[in-house]
């Protein structure tokens, strides 16, 4: 009897094995026919040299009826790990579609809204937005960004989050002439600044604290407003 329960047990692993095998093949199979289409859809958009250009993307914004502005295509960038702003390789692309598991346009479409969750979670802004100020640094050894450009950067990326800080920090970059450009180091500081400053109460900011010169200089602005108004 313990010899026929052995038997038995043996045909079993074997018959769970060779499942296993099958389910691993056709996964596997499955897996490189879904990178198949997403090269495919790749070199639909990309130009001669073998990459997507600024001109591929407007095209397939055009057939996701997406607007190449919209915040989305920037955070389409941040997924795909996107390095030179306007361009999309075939391994960025790569990363970006598996990662969504699209390998349509209409597939691409359907994930964006849920792509846009995924960037407003916490754990994840910090990095996008991070990431929205590299990508913009065009030059070699660029390391800060004209203001009229972080004025729309600021806009597209933080508006929606913090509407009433942008919008007085965009009028104040505007008005002032202390600052031609703005680097890093500024632009995550008003990153923290709309997470921990009470606003418009401002009665939080300690300006012995480390924060840049600049907001230093915005608070002082936002106070002055409050006196005359």
Not at 11 to 23: G, M
Not at 37 to 61: H, K, Q, W
Not at 101 to 122: G, I, N
Request: glycine residues 2%.
């Amino acid at each position: 009897m313990r010899r026929a329960a052995s038997k038995k047990t043996g045909q079993s692993n074997s018959i769970n094995s060779s499942a296993a095998d099958l389910f691993r093949s056709a996964s596997s199979k499955a897996s490189s026919k879904e990178l198949e289409r997403i090269d495919s859809l790749f070199y639909t958009y990309a130009n001669a040299s073998g990459v997507i250009d600024p001109e591929g993307i407007e095209t397939l914004c055009a057939d996701m009826e997406v607007d190449h502005t919209d915040v989305r295509i920037l955070m389409l960038a941040w997924k795909m790990k996107a390095d030179e702003q306007g361009y999309f390789t075939l391994d960025e692309w790569r990363r970006g579609l598996k990662a969504l598991r699209a390998d349509t346009v209409s597939k691409l479409k359907k994930a964006l809204p849920d792509l846009e969750k995924e960037v407003r979670r916490p754990s994840n802004f910090a990095d996008f937005y991070s990431y929205a100020f590299q990508y913009c640094l065009t030059e070699e050894k660029q390391k800060s960004i004209d203001i009229e450009s972080i004025c729309q950067l600021l806009t597209l990326v933080l508006s929606s989050t913090f509407p009433i800080q942008v919008n007085l920090f965009v009028e104040y970059l505007k008005t002032q002439d202390d600052y031609k450009v703005i680097n890093m180091d500024q632009w995550m500081g008003f990153f923290r600044f709309c997470n921990e400053i009470s606003f418009p109460a401002l009665d939080n900011y300690d300006p012995e604290l480390a924060w840049p010169l600049i907001l230093d200089n915005f608070v002082e602005w936002l106070r002055e407003n409050q006196k005359s108004s």
